[in-house]
């Protein structure tokens, strides 16, 4: 279904008659509609606790307070078919339904048949759930977890089961749709970074013109490069041996000098907004004895989950950064600043990242390392064009997936307004179709 035929169906009907619900996220309600606390529906039941040695190869799912967790091989589901499991601890108020019997653990609460009454369809419950934010309950007491208290006395919209069943069929029928919808856009970003980096591969590796001479470049995922470029290890393209920041946790203030690590690198940029804090004046004036940034810098994260990424400095603001990160200051008489960034963002580069990293509790690269990794050079005129080029393509389909982004928040956006409508009376709802059984 694409969104134009999705925008054609929203022009649901309403009830004829509302009353106010005397709820303030409720608002207005059907007339002929109830409103009732949550522990007059239904209640929660506390998960249970699960050995590891029950953990392994098995057929029944194991639920966490985020969802599926794994499988259980050992003991019997604790919950009937179908459920809700609610976060308890952890992600607390998160809410997941599932067709099957399952076991919840003990960092969750669930409801099944055995803890509603014949009135109440599961899967109505499942979406009025999803809409009460019960992860503020931690928020607001400031006790880490969900209160069963909390979530019991929790005001909900209440109708007849023949029409619980009809909005929850509904509710199916049309987030089907929409989640179709968002996999393909999110499966059409996946495709776009994928052209992304073969782009920049192709071309940091064999150039612009396809009828350049070829030469084997002696390394196995490397293949042939243009016959007059050259090989080297990217420390012999460099002005100074690649350095890091300081080594010792500085102490970090309100204002000051800005003070980044690896979460700031990120989608090619510095993201100054994911700045560890401030340092002062002088921690950063001793810091910059051992490494001052400077424009035209480049950055590789060089120890924990994003490990690889890389960034240029893009601007003469003083900052300082941490250990984290390796600088690679090229030397212009051989390589420029956009050139080198994109052989680091090329496919056989990560590929020699991943080949040398080490594992401890993080995976890490060692600078020595990073120096003696090979990178192709061309002449400085090509390295400018390669640049340029790419910096134009790149930015194309940087703006094709800004834009999916965008229409993928607006689905679901679409899709919460379309559960809330349903669910709060805010569409009638009774002729689109047939309630099915619970």
Same mark, same amino acid.
């Given at each position: 279904?694409?969104?134009?035929?999705?925008?054609?169906?929203?022009?649901?009907?309403?009830?004829?008659?509302?009353?106010?619900?005397?709820?303030?996220?409720?608002?207005?309600?059907?007339?002929?509609?109830?409103?009732?606390?949550?522990?007059?529906?239904?209640? /929660?039941? &506390?998960?249970? %606790? $699960?050995?590891?040695?029950? @953990?392994?190869?098995? !057929?029944?799912? *194991?639920? +966490?307070?985020?969802?599926?967790?794994?499988?259980?091989?050992?003991?019997?589901?604790?919950?009937?078919?179908?459920?809700?499991?609610?976060?308890?601890?952890?992600?607390?108020?998160?809410?997941?339904?599932?067709?099957?019997?399952?076991?919840?653990?003990?960092?969750?609460?669930?409801?099944?048949?055995?803890?509603?009454?014949?009135?109440?369809?599961?899967?109505? /419950?499942? &979406?009025?759930? %999803? $809409?009460?934010?019960?992860? @503020?309950?931690?928020? !607001?007491?400031? *006790?880490? +977890?969900?209160?069963?208290?909390?979530?019991?006395?929790?005001?909900?919209?209440?109708?007849?089961?023949?029409?619980?069943?009809?909005?929850?069929?509904?509710?199916?029928?049309?987030?089907?749709?929409?989640?179709?919808?968002?996999?393909?856009?999110?499966?059409?970003?996946?495709?776009?970074?994928?052209?992304?980096?073969?782009?920049?591969?192709?071309?940091?590796?064999?150039?612009?013109?396809?009828?350049?001479?070829?030469?084997?470049?002696?390394?196995?995922?490397?293949?042939?490069?243009?016959?007059?470029?050259?090989?080297?290890?990217?420390?012999?393209?460099?002005?100074?041996?690649?350095?890091?920041?300081?080594?010792?946790?500085?102490?970090?203030?309100?204002?000051?000098?800005?003070?980044?690590?690896?979460?700031?690198?990120?989608?090619?940029?510095?993201?100054?907004?994911?700045?560890?804090?401030?340092?002062?004046?002088?921690?950063?004036?001793?810091?910059?004895?051992?490494?001052?940034?400077?424009?035209?810098?480049?950055?590789?994260?060089?120890?924990?989950?994003?490990?690889?990424?890389?960034?240029?400095?893009?601007?003469?603001?003083?900052?300082?950064?941490?250990?984290?990160?390796?600088?690679?200051?090229?030397?212009?008489?051989?390589?420029?600043?956009?050139?080198?960034?994109?052989?680091?963002?090329?496919?056989?580069?990560?590929?020699?990242?991943?080949?040398?990293?080490?594992?401890?509790?993080?995976?890490?690269?060692?600078?020595?390392?990073?120096?003696?990794?090979?990178?192709?050079?061309?002449?400085?005129?090509?390295?400018?064009?390669?640049?340029?080029?790419?910096?134009?393509?790149?930015?194309?389909?940087?703006?094709?997936?800004?834009?999916?982004?965008?229409?993928?928040?607006?689905?679901?956006?679409?899709?919460?307004?379309?559960?809330?409508?349903?669910?709060?009376?805010?569409?009638?709802?009774?002729?689109?179709?047939?309630?099915?059984?619970?």
């Amino acid at each position: 279904m694409s969104e134009v035929e999705i925008k054609q169906e929203r022009g649901w009907k309403r009830y004829p008659a509302y009353k106010d619900s005397g709820v303030e996220w409720l608002g207005k309600i059907p007339e002929h509609w109830e409103v009732k606390r949550l522990k007059y529906i239904s209640r /929660l039941t &506390y998960g249970d %606790s $699960l050995s590891g040695d029950t @953990k392994g190869l098995g !057929d029944i799912p *194991v639920y +966490g307070s985020n969802g599926l967790v794994g499988i259980q091989r050992a003991l019997a589901p604790n919950t009937f078919a179908p459920c809700i499991i609610i976060g308890r601890k952890g992600s607390c108020g998160k809410i997941t339904y599932s067709e099957s019997c399952v076991f919840a653990i003990d960092t969750t609460y669930f409801i099944d048949a055995r803890t509603v009454n014949s009135s109440i369809c599961l899967k109505w /419950l499942f &979406y009025v759930l %999803s $809409l009460l934010e019960l992860d @503020k309950s931690s928020q !607001d007491t400031g *006790v880490p +977890g969900l209160s069963r208290e909390f979530a019991h006395n929790q005001l909900l919209p209440w109708t007849g089961l023949i029409q619980q069943q009809a909005i929850a069929q509904f509710l199916d029928r049309e987030t089907v749709k929409i989640d179709t919808l968002i996999a393909k856009k999110e499966r059409l970003i996946e495709l776009l970074k994928e052209k992304r980096t073969a782009l920049i591969s192709h071309a940091v590796t064999k150039g612009l013109n396809p009828d350049a001479p070829m030469k084997d470049s002696g390394i196995e995922w490397l293949g042939e490069i243009p016959e007059h470029w050259e090989i080297m290890p990217i420390k012999f393209a460099l002005a100074i041996p690649i350095t890091d920041g300081p080594h010792e946790t500085p102490e970090l203030h309100d204002e000051g000098i800005p003070f980044i690590s690896a979460e700031s690198i990120k989608n090619d940029r510095i993201d100054f907004d994911k700045k560890r804090g401030f340092i002062s004046p002088e921690e950063h004036k001793r810091f910059s004895r051992k490494y001052k940034p400077q424009y035209g810098d480049v950055y590789m994260v060089k120890s924990g989950a994003t490990t690889g990424n890389v960034a240029r400095v893009e601007t003469e603001e003083e900052f300082n950064i941490w250990s984290p990160l390796a600088v690679l200051r090229p030397d212009t008489h051989i390589t420029t600043t956009n050139f080198l960034f994109y052989a680091m963002k090329s496919k056989p580069f990560f590929y020699s990242v991943e080949l040398s990293w080490s594992f401890g509790t993080q995976q890490n690269i060692g600078m020595g390392v990073i120096s003696n990794i090979r990178i192709v050079i061309p002449p400085l005129t090509e390295q400018q064009a390669i640049a340029q080029f790419l910096d134009r393509e790149t930015a194309k389909i940087d703006t094709l997936v800004t834009k999916t982004r965008i229409s993928i928040d607006k689905l679901k956006e679409y899709r919460t307004s379309l559960i809330s409508a349903a669910v709060t009376g805010k569409i009638d709802i009774r002729e689109n179709l047939t309630p099915s059984p619970n």
